[in-house]
């Protein structure tokens, strides 16, 4: 991303230029972008909501053929604690007998 409107986003700090991108939802904005080997383009975008699911989960079967539910929360929004707890639900549905809850890589955020 060269530019992201007006400003110049080319050399800034990841977080300073994905803030560039944010803004009201339906609103437009012009990226410049260029891949390697090739000219500098224009992109038109129109802003929209983005919803995270912070959950990704299923039920495993053991050797022992008990079954356990496989839980990973990527990062903590404000979908966070639904998501969790419509997959517990949805793993005891499933019969699972225990749970683990993957936190590996969860960079944190809203608590």
Avoid: H, M, W
């Avoid at 300073?16 to 038109?44: D, H, I, Y």
């Avoid at 990704?56 to 990527?74: A, Q």
Wanted: glycine share 10%.
């Amino acid at each position: 991303i060269l530019k992201t409107g007006d400003p110049p986003a080319k050399g800034l700090p990841q977080f300073e230029a994905a803030s560039l991108l944010q803004g009201g939802e339906g609103t437009k904005l012009n990226l410049t972008v260029q891949t390697p080997g090739a000219q500098p383009r224009e992109v038109p975008l129109i802003r929209q909501k983005v919803t995270q699911i912070p959950v990704f989960s299923e039920v495993c079967s053991t050797p022992e053929d008990r079954k356990v539910g496989y839980l990973r929360l990527t990062t903590f929004n404000n979908n966070s604690a639904k998501a969790v707890a419509e997959a517990v639900r949805d793993a005891k549905v499933a019969g699972a007998e225990a749970l683990v809850l993957d936190l590996r890589n969860n960079g944190g955020g809203a608590v």
